[in-house]
């Protein structure tokens, strides 16, 4: 058995794994690069394996950059059966014609100025119909569910808490009577995250290939981040200018919805017009509203206490271009939240156009940012930048809350993998810059004595039998337990403030309310401790 990185190897995107067994071809992912014009290029050249050959593709969730090359695979003649969980296939089938919708637009556009340069003209990499015909190809799994592929091969999804849908896949293989356990974890979400539930836990493998996007760096406690991103939208609101958003369509744009949920119901910022402008992302919300029984349980009491997650006062959803174009007119005070997540393609370009010199806006970046991107340049400073041919001087205020980040940090990806009984004979580190890679690497072997890979793109490796197994030393790390307490109290918190100020507008004899009251007080102090705790 051998694997072939054809993705995701000392860079962030791209991720796609070829698998061959004895019987079998198949890719884990299918992803497109992003990012600087180099890794883009990737996208264009021919696959390194004949597309009729694979049986099959597993898919570890909808993000573009693990499923976004799989119309390019159905262009080429790939026929197999694409498994995922259901709520995977729900988003593909909206965001794989949205990205071949996009390509289709920008080779368009190239090809006028081509034209006119008498160059080549160049075709999108997919089409249209190329996406709409490899949806019809996915097999829907629920979590848990025992999958036999092949007599050789059985799989199981488990939840990755990364976005809806998101699984860790769980693959084994027999070959000559010797079974074999690989583990790839898509992309491991954080914990105590809005909306999406923790990471499962695996307790073996023989082979774990792991992502490690954030595996040099901590994030911000979520308490903070909350803390900071009202902070930031107060004080914007206050100067009379746009907060901009860009936000991946899928999961990032749901939470920050969740959040800003949370402070209009707490009254915690001025009331002002909130506005999703981004059609993926709108019809990516109607997708969450229907799978909201798959969500944690803080979403289920929100839901109890009868308010949905995605309505609260002052959202508005621009569906059209032209109700897009009309928000460029709008100068005192509104948070637009758009797409892409990078800040390197579709409508948020626009805002940024007309907010970024004014220097009463702010900017938030809740994402990650590849290297090349407009986003990851305007957080490493740049002054100025040209935006559809335009040069802009940076003067709005620039943040990163990677608090929203919808990937484990380095001591939540360690806190994950101590989970495993027995530790996993050889952990292959994808999905993370070389630094980030080496970091990680360097701490899991320090702390668990595991051996640590980190692979070339287009590297193969063999992937013989495990002989050796090492326990994983049991640990949880302490300031987790805490933080989960923090949370909840600060749930309570808020929840006991909402259940006041119901109970003022109907009405409320003194005794009761003296009685509530109390309760907030306790809960004050206890939220202050937890204040310290995170801090």
């Not at 799989?155 to 990364?162: E, I, K, L, S, T």
């Not at 070389?434 to 490796?461: D, F, H, V």
Request: charged share 25%; proline share 4%; net charge negative.
């Amino acid at each position: 058995m051998k694997i072939q990185f054809l993705g995701a190897a000392r860079t962030v995107t791209g991720s796609c794994f070829l698998l061959e067994t004895k019987q079998s071809k198949f890719l884990v992912d299918c992803g497109m690069f992003q990012g600087s014009k180099a890794l883009k290029e990737r996208n264009y050249g021919s696959f390194t394996f004949d597309p009729t050959q694979i049986d099959f593709v597993l898919l570890s969730h909808a993000h573009i950059d693990h499923s976004g090359m799989i119309p390019k695979l159905y262009r080429h003649g790939f026929r197999g059966p694409i498994y995922s969980t259901a709520a995977t296939a729900d988003l593909c089938e909206v965001m794989l014609p949205d990205s071949a919708h996009i390509q289709e637009m920008e080779v368009e556009r190239k090809n006028r100025k081509f034209s006119r340069a008498g160059k080549p003209l160049i075709t999108p990499i997919y089409t249209t119909e190329d996406a709409e015909g490899c949806v019809k190809l996915f097999s829907r799994a629920s979590y848990g569910e025992t999958l036999t592929i092949s007599p050789e091969i059985t799989v199981r999804f488990q939840d990755a808490g990364h976005i809806l849908g998101s699984s860790l896949i769980e693959i084994w293989i027999n070959e000559d009577g010797q079974e074999t356990k690989l583990v790839f974890s898509g992309d491991v979400g954080n914990y105590n995250r809005p909306l999406m539930k923790d990471p499962t836990i695996i307790e073996s493998a023989d082979y774990l290939f792991l992502e490690s996007t954030y595996g040099d760096r901590q994030h911000q406690t979520i308490a903070n981040t909350k803390e900071q991103f009202r902070d930031i939208i107060v004080r914007t609101i206050g100067r009379k200018g746009n907060v901009i958003i860009p936000a991946f369509a899928v999961e990032r744009t749901q939470d920050l919805i969740y959040t800003l949920g949370l402070l209009v119901r707490e009254k915690a910022i001025p009331p002002v017009p909130i506005i999703i402008d981004s059609p993926l992302a709108i019809r990516t919300t109607e997708i969450f509203r229907r799978h909201l029984k798959d969500m944690d349980s803080e979403t289920q009491d929100l839901l109890k206490d009868g308010h949905n997650p995605f309505e609260i006062p002052g959202l508005r959803y621009s569906m059209t271009a032209d109700e897009s174009r009309a928000l460029n007119t709008l100068k005192g005070g509104a948070i637009i939240i758009s797409a892409s997540g990078m800040a390197d393609a579709g409508r948020i370009k626009h805002h940024l156009k007309h907010n970024l010199w004014r220097p009463e806006s702010s900017v938030i970046f809740v994402g990650y940012q590849a290297e090349g991107t407009l986003g990851r340049r305007l957080l490493n400073g740049e002054k100025l930048v040209r935006i559809h041919g335009e040069e802009i001087m940076t003067r709005a205020e620039i943040y990163n809350l990677d608090g929203f980040s919808g990937h484990s940090d380095q001591e939540n990806l360690l806190r994950w993998i101590k989970r495993f009984r027995v530790g996993p004979g050889c952990i292959f580190l994808v999905h993370g810059e070389e630094a980030s890679c080496e970091n990680l690497a360097q701490r899991i072997t320090q702390e668990t004595g595991l051996r640590t890979r980190i692979p070339y793109w287009l590297e193969i490796a063999e992937l013989p039998p495990i002989t050796e197994r090492i326990a994983v030393p049991e640990i949880e790390k302490p300031v987790s337990i805490e933080e989960d307490l923090c949370l909840r109290v600060e749930r309570e918190y808020f929840k006991l403030r909402l259940k006041i100020r119901e109970l003022v507008e109907k009405g409320i004899d003194d005794q009761n309310y003296d009685l509530v009251l109390k309760q907030l007080r306790e809960l004050e102090k206890q939220v202050h401790t937890c204040s310290l705790v995170g801090a």
